[in-house]
Nanobody
Framework: HLQLVESGGGLVQPGGSLRLSCVVS????????IGWFRQAPGKEREGVAC????????WYADSAKGRFTIARDNAKNIVYLHMNSLKPEDTAVYYC??????????????????????WGQGTQVTVSS
């Protein structure tokens, strides 16, 4: 049974930081690529970052470059999204998802993630003063 559980969201002031965690179970993290997505009210879901299972290479959306870092700990089956210098426009529900390398990389780059099979329940991030 595949399961992904996100945590770490919350309310933070602009300029602050959060670390999101995606704990995966039911499958070996070594064999799955993980992506982070977000969806703000009234907006389309968009890819934020992803990290390959094979070589650890990562991709970031332009909005995340220089501020967010994705990292994986295969021993603990956790993927993190470190978010710094947060802005009000980062406010959204953040989801992690798992699938093949090609599926995840394509979905995070295009935002078209309907084919992704495994999703977490999401964690709310609110950036506000």
């Amino acid at each position: 049974h595949l399961q992904l559980v996100e945590s770490g969201g919350g309310l933070v002031q602009p300029g602050g930081s959060l670390r999101l965690s995606c704990v995966v179970s039911g499958f070996d993290l070594d064999y799955n690529t993980i992506g982070w997505f977000r969806q703000a009210p009234g907006k389309e879901r968009e890819g934020v970052a992803c990290i390959s299972n094979s070589d650890g290479s990562a991709w970031y959306a332009d909005s995340a470059k220089g501020r967010f870092t994705i990292a994986r700990d295969n021993a603990k089956n956790i993927v993190y999204l470190h978010m710094n210098s947060l802005k009000p426009e980062d406010t959204a529900v953040y989801y992690c998802a798992a699938d093949s390398h090609d599926q995840i990389f394509m979905a995070t780059k295009t935002g078209e993630a309907s084919a992704i099979r495994s999703w977490g329940q999401g964690t709310q991030v609110t950036v506000s003063s």
